[in-house]
């Protein structure tokens, strides 16, 4: 214990004859947790937490997807037809991403917008 005592003392020591070095890695570890900090705060918001809705943990993806595994779109029809037929899920809804100019006195901009059928906010509990 004493050991450790007396190599800390000495890297103080050496640290504090050398205020640039010091300096500079104080503000590399700062940078470096603030950042771990924040991409954790964000990770543990949207993917560790459940979602804010209805039964979240009993939510489910399903995609449909080409011969190599890319996602591809679904039709509406094609959602009608496997909500029609489904026999598993005691609901199901979906959802459309979209990207659109949207212009206001002279400003133009790019917006997602998102499709969702009549009862998409119902069935994850939200009021519209």
Same mark, same amino acid.
């Given at each position: 214990? =004493?050991?450790?005592?007396? *190599?800390?003392?000495?890297?103080? #020591?050496?640290?504090?004859?050398? !205020?640039?070095?010091?300096?500079?890695?104080?503000?590399?570890? +700062?940078?470096?947790?603030?950042?771990?900090?924040?991409?954790?705060?964000? +990770?543990? +918001?949207? %993917?560790? #937490?459940? @979602? !804010?809705?209805? *039964? +979240? =943990? #009993?939510?489910? /993806? /399903?995609?449909?997807?080409?011969?190599?595994?890319? !996602?591809? !779109?679904?039709?509406?029809?094609?959602?009608?037809?496997?909500?029609?037929?489904? *026999?598993?899920?005691? =609901? %199901?809804?979906?959802? *459309?991403?979209?990207?659109?100019?949207?212009? @206001?006195?002279?400003?133009?901009? #790019?917006?997602? %917008?998102?499709? /969702?059928?009549?009862?998409?906010?119902?069935?994850?509990?939200?009021?519209?």
């Amino acid at each position: 214990m =004493e050991s450790l005592f007396q *190599d800390v003392k000495y890297g103080l #020591r050496m640290l504090a004859k050398a !205020p640039a070095f010091t300096a500079i890695a104080v503000l590399t570890l +700062a940078l470096g947790i603030g950042a771990n900090t924040a991409i954790f705060s964000i +990770a543990n +918001a949207f %993917m560790l #937490r459940p @979602w !804010p809705v209805k *039964d +979240a =943990e #009993r939510l489910t /993806v /399903v995609a449909v997807s080409d011969k190599n595994g890319d !996602p591809q !779109p679904l039709s509406y029809p094609d959602y009608l037809d496997y909500k029609q037929q489904n *026999d598993v899920f005691t =609901e %199901m809804t979906g959802f *459309d991403l979209d990207l659109a100019g949207f212009g @206001w006195q002279g400003h133009s901009d #790019r917006i997602v %917008m998102c499709y /969702v059928p009549s009862n998409f906010f119902s069935m994850l509990g939200l009021h519209a």
